[in-house]
């Protein structure tokens, strides 16, 4: 897959360049590129990267130079606080409550709308959850926002877990943020 996301950023398909440069991790969710994967290409020492053809050489470099994604809720600056449980059984249905950090708080109330995405990821496996809504947002200024997002999983291991925000409106843009801890699930 990976081979697939260079061709199409060598040619600059369908402006994957710009899309890539906007939301990295939706791009690579397109093409189905493995987070290891993904780490291997842009720990490629410039030795190597050189003997490639000249096509893909600009294109990993390009993907290189691309700063890693934050996330810009309808605010400013955001990180995945914490994850509870953060230790949860395979097989049924789980809530987990995710809690957002903002830095510097700002104010939700009377912002534009926002959708929000939570996945979380093992090697191949990608388990989607499903935010309960609405969203509780605390009277401003917001420091946090925690809410609840059902889950089920299905194989046993460490999960990375993201949240996507999408502005609905103007202007509308999709970030996203990574959780710098695991997700632990156990055998049921």
Not at 51 to 63: Q, T
Not at 74 to 97: E, H, N, Q, W, Y
């Amino acid at each position: 897959m990976l081979l697939y996301l260079l061709t199409d950023f060598a040619r600059d398909v369908s402006g994957v360049r710009d899309r890539f440069a906007n939301d990295p991790a939706a791009v690579l969710d397109d093409y189905n590129v493995k987070p290891a994967d993904y780490e291997a290409l842009l720990g490629l020492p410039e030795g190597i990267v050189t003997l490639l053809p000249v096509g893909v050489v600009d294109a990993i470099r390009a993907i290189k130079d691309v700063p890693p994604p934050t996330i810009l809720w309808p605010g400013p600056t955001l990180s995945i606080r914490s994850v509870k449980p953060d230790i949860v059984r395979a097989g049924a249905p789980v809530t987990l409550a995710i809690t957002i950090e903002i830095d510097p708080p700002d104010e939700f109330s009377g912002g534009p709308a926002f959708a929000v995405e939570v996945y979380f990821r093992r090697e191949s496996t990608v388990v989607r959850g499903a935010p309960v809504l609405p969203i509780p947002v605390p009277k401003p200024p917001v420091d946090v926002v925690t809410f609840d997002c059902i889950a089920c999983f299905e194989e046993p291991g460490e999960y990375q877990v993201d949240v996507a925000v999408t502005r609905l409106k103007p202007p509308p843009f999709r970030k996203v943020a990574r959780y710098f801890g695991t997700l632990k699930v156990r055998e049921a």
